[in-house]
């Protein structure tokens, strides 16, 4: 989930995926044009709009106080987190590793919707404040938006369906019963899938009854609910199956690499048609100094190749590409699907010691899950 960078708070960056630009016209949109003109039809339209629009911006920051919510109690418990993400559906909190125990995941889960009953209790006195000022019934009719909307956002995050708020409530409850966060996310995971199959169905109706864009919403949100419990339970299972595994034990150790002063031209001809990887690091001296991939090859022009090297086009070495020898493997995979690449070096010191694989995980992954069932 990449997006735009804008701040950091209590030391957590916040980030927009690109998603959310879309969802945020949506409903700047909706409201200006349908929500506010039917409950405030004396306004003019440009009243709308600015009411439209400071209702899409408010909402976005009743969404970041909802997940700065989570991850400020998150902190508190000793888990580091790196980054918010703001996307089409809401928002995620990127953990640096996972709760240890049920009593933690409650207290996570729990801060999120109290912080939204919180937003909501405090728009609404200040609704009921400007309710007899007839000159503040701009403000008057946004309160009330966002009091209702903060109400809703925190009755559905309640829904005990993972990887819903109440999901994650669920999760917890079972796994103090069982023991086991496995067996905890099944439960929460298969409860999360038929809720969002049944929010499917109701938003099926929706359209079939002339709600067409009420029930195409619905049914996205289903499909995504649906997706995202299926998927929290699979990486449950991939993290207990990786667990204790360093990046040492999947590792090649017998590093190709090249050197900077390499022109293209020879980087295809003796590397990529040579030993077929798709990444090589890239050594100077002793040291890596980057990364040279063949979509960044690919991005040069052919009459190019003879007069560019390697060390114009390679991807500079930053924390985001290497990988410790003693990593665990699971963070391994989770920075592959981050940065997109599939083979990542391994860094001791400066130097290049290996290179591991998604392939190499996945295969692992694959074996011990199936020796698991």
């Known amino acids: 989930m990449k997006g735009v960078k804008l701040f950091k708070v209590i030391g957590i960056q916040i980030s927009l995926n690109y998603t959310w630009f879309i969802v945020f016209?949506?409903?700047?949109?909706?409201?200006?044009?349908?929500?506010?003109?039917?409950?405030?039809?004396?306004?003019?339209?440009?009243?709308?709009?600015?009411?439209?629009?400071?209702?899409?911006?408010?909402?976005?920051?009743?969404?970041?106080?909802?997940?700065?919510?989570?991850?400020?109690?998150?902190?508190?418990?000793?888990?580091?987190?790196?980054?918010?993400?703001?996307?089409?559906?809401?928002?995620?909190?990127?953990?640096?590793?996972?709760?240890?125990?049920?009593?933690?995941?409650?207290?996570?889960?729990?801060?999120?919707?109290?912080?939204?009953?919180?937003?909501?209790?405090?728009?609404?006195?200040?609704?009921?404040?400007?309710?007899?000022?007839?000159?503040?019934?701009?403000?008057?009719?946004?309160?009330?938006?966002?009091?209702?909307?903060?109400?809703?956002?925190?009755?559905?995050?309640?829904?005990?369906?993972?990887?819903?708020?109440?999901?994650?409530?669920?999760?917890?409850?079972?796994?103090?019963?069982?023991?086991?966060?496995?067996?905890?996310?099944?439960?929460a995971s298969e409860t999360g899938k038929w809720i969002g199959i049944g929010i499917i169905l109701l938003g099926l109706f929706g359209i079939l009854t002339g709600n067409l864009i009420g029930g195409f919403w619905f049914v996205i949100i289903g499909i995504f609910l649906r997706s995202a419990a299926e998927g929290g339970f699979q990486q449950v299972v991939m993290k207990g199956a990786l667990e204790g595994v360093k990046v040492r034990e999947l590792m090649s150790r017998d590093v190709i690499s090249v050197p900077p002063s390499l022109h293209i031209h020879q980087l295809v001809e003796d590397f990529y048609l040579t030993h077929k990887h798709i990444t090589y690091p890239v050594i100077e001296g002793e040291r890596m100094i980057g990364l040279i991939t063949l979509k960044q090859v690919k991005e040069v022009l052919r009459d190019q190749w003879m007069v560019k090297t390697v060390r114009e086009v390679m991807m500079p070495i930053r924390e985001e590409i290497i990988l410790d020898p003693d990593s665990e493997a699971v963070d391994a995979l989770q920075?592959?699907?981050?940065?997109?690449?599939?083979?990542?070096?391994?860094?001791?010191?400066?130097?290049?010691?290996?290179?591991?694989?998604?392939k190499d995980i996945l295969n692992l992954l694959e074996i011990k899950t199936d020796l698991m069932e």
């Open 25 to 187: 016209g949506l409903i700047a949109w909706s409201l200006a044009s349908g929500y506010f003109p039917s409950h405030y039809p004396d306004l003019n339209p440009s009243a709308h709009w600015i009411m439209g629009f400071l209702g899409a911006f408010f909402l976005f920051l009743s969404v970041l106080v909802h997940e700065l919510t989570h991850s400020y109690i998150a902190k508190r418990e000793g888990i580091e987190v790196k980054e918010i993400i703001l996307f089409i559906f809401g928002g995620v909190s990127q953990l640096t590793k996972e709760l240890e125990d049920s009593k933690k995941e409650l207290k996570v889960a729990i801060g999120g919707p109290l912080s939204s009953l919180v937003l909501a209790l405090i728009f609404w006195i200040l609704f009921k404040a400007t309710l007899r000022s007839p000159h503040l019934i701009l403000f008057t009719g946004l309160l009330w938006y966002l009091a209702f909307i903060n109400l809703s956002l925190a009755v559905f995050n309640l829904i005990p369906g993972f990887p819903l708020d109440g999901g994650r409530v669920l999760r917890a409850l079972y796994w103090r019963k069982t023991g086991s966060l496995k067996k905890a996310t099944r439960i």
């Open 335 to 358: 920075k592959m699907i981050r940065t997109g690449e599939g083979r990542l070096p391994v860094v001791k010191d400066g130097k290049a010691v290996g290179m591991i694989t998604r």
